[in-house]
T-cell receptor, first 113, second 111 residues
Framework: EPEVTQTPSHQVTQMGQEVILRCVPISNHLYFYWYRQILGQKVEFLVS????????KSEIFDDQFSVERPDGSNFTLKIRSTKLEDSAMYFC???????????FGDGTRLSIL | RKEVEQDPGPFNVPEGATVAFNCTYS??????FFWYRQDCRKEPKLLMS???SGNEDGRFTAQLNRASQYISLLIRDSKLSDSATYLC????????????FGQGTELSVKP
């Protein structure tokens, strides 16, 4: 069964550094997402991406965040200057179309020191 | 009011028990509904979509009541492997299609 893959599985970064989280969505999917989950809290939406542009973003997704689909397969989330509170699990998801459910990658654990 | 609200957990049940989870959502414009399960520190995995007529998948039955903005999940004949956190998830099907997650209800099935 096709799956969403994410790398790295764990990223440790000093506060203030830039970090790029990578995702390869399911190949024929059209909609792409990033979510995060702070330890002990619920999963929160960050951003959705369709047709090479952001369709929606949350309040969390401020100027420090950006997304890119540089080629036909990768979907990246960049945090320009990380803060301690960016420590969380970051999940990428993709969806085919319509009311189809989203499928999640196994996440990147981001630890900011 | 939270956008998606679930029963507080944890639920501790013996193997073979029937357990029911409830969920309410605040936005009447919501269009799609799902139950996901999440194992400790892992990704959410789709358990089932929830349809207006109700739907069943083996031991799992989901119900939706749009008038009451209420969703339920029933698990019959619980197995040890059902132990996980169950996430009630709503999608407004707006242009972006973002998912709104509940806090989750933890289930622990004991031998």
């Amino acid at each position: 069964e096709p799956e969403v893959t994410q790398t790295p599985s764990h990223q440790v970064t000093q506060m203030g550094q830039e970090v790029i989280l990578r995702c390869v969505p399911i190949s024929n999917h059209l909609y792409f997402y990033w979510y995060r989950q702070i330890l002990g809290q619920k999963v929160e939406f960050l951003v959705s991406f369709y047709n090479n542009e952001i369709s929606e973003k949350s309040e969390i997704f401020d100027d420090q965040f950006s997304v890119e689909r540089p080629d036909g397969s990768n979907f990246t989330l960049k945090i320009r200057s990380t803060k301690l509170e960016d420590s969380a699990m970051y999940f990428c998801a993709s969806r085919l179309q319509g009311a189809q459910p989203q499928h999640f990658g196994d996440g990147t654990r981001l630890s900011i020191l | 009011r939270k956008e998606v609200e679930q029963d507080p957990g944890p639920f501790n049940v013996p193997e073979g028990a029937t357990v029911a989870f409830n969920c309410t959502y605040s936005n009447s414009a919501s269009q799609s509904f799902f139950w996901y399960r999440q194992d400790c520190r892992k990704e959410p995995k789709l358990l089932m979509s929830v349809y207006s007529s109700g739907n069943e998948d083996g031991r799992f039955t989901a119900q939706l009541n749009r008038a009451s903005q209420y969703i339920s999940l029933l698990i019959r004949d619980s197995k040890l492997s059902d132990s996980a956190t169950y996430l009630c998830v709503v999608n407004k099907n707006n242009q972006g299609g973002k998912l709104i997650f509940g806090q989750g209800t933890e289930l622990s099935v004991k031998p």
